[in-house]
């Protein structure tokens, strides 16, 4: 399945079909540049729709990381489907950091794939909660806080600058009230955000009144 039909079957089903991302000689497959192209044209077509939902106006893409977030969650979820790469496979495939500064954008564009996060690590746990995956996926999760409210035992690693956009910042206050994560209130500037949102309603919200209520 190339990398356009994943995206297809994932922002349009959220069920995808997988193949295995290495060659018969153990090498990582890379996408054609018609590959990427397509893709691009199809996530920026998605998102002409979603960013009508969205409260505020949200970040213009970026297309390196649109892709790079594509391209990783795709591989993801082969890994997570054929389990026999070795350790040193998955490093290779899935460790490569985001090489450009993380910005308002940057975080926008890898949230568009990203946000299947949690339930790639819930599946990834729950076949081998040993499996090197888990470590990987669990890294992710520390490392894009917008993409993983609702994840166990995070510890945010990623900026939260970003929390400077209006768009970005009720959406990640939208998933942590609907997750009910209070783990993420542990952050000053998000404590105080998720307070704003709540205001005197916080019985609403039963998991996260205690923190809320602490001066």
Not at 117 to 145: T, Y
Request: aromatic share 6%; hydrophobic share 45%; charged share 25%.
């Amino acid at each position: 399945m190339s990398l356009p039909s994943f995206l297809h079957s994932l922002l349009g089903e959220g069920r995808v079909r997988v193949e295995s991302v290495f060659k018969s000689d153990g090498r990582l497959l890379t996408e054609s540049p018609q590959e990427l192209n397509e893709s691009f044209k199809l996530l920026s077509d998605f998102d002409r729709e979603y960013r009508l939902e969205l409260a505020h106006k949200p970040p213009e893409l970026s297309r390196a990381a649109l892709l790079w977030g594509a391209i990783q969650v795709r591989r993801a979820a082969s890994l997570l489907t054929y389990r026999e790469a070795e350790p040193e496979q998955l490093q290779a495939a899935l460790t490569g950091s985001f090489a450009e500064t993380i910005s308002a954008s940057v975080v926008y564009s890898v949230d568009l794939t990203y946000r299947f996060l949690p339930d790639l690590l819930r599946l990834a746990r729950a076949a081998s909660p040993q499996d090197p995956l888990v470590a990987i996926l669990k890294d992710w999760a520390n490392q894009w806080p917008l993409s993983s409210v609702g994840v166990a035992d995070v510890s945010v690693t990623g900026s939260l600058e970003w929390l400077d956009d209006p768009c970005l910042r009720h959406l990640y206050v939208d998933r942590i009230l609907a997750e009910q994560d209070a783990s993420r209130l542990a952050d000053s500037r998000t404590l105080e955000a998720v307070r704003i949102a709540v205001g005197g309603q916080s019985h609403l919200v039963a998991k996260l009144a205690a923190v809320l209520s602490a001066k």
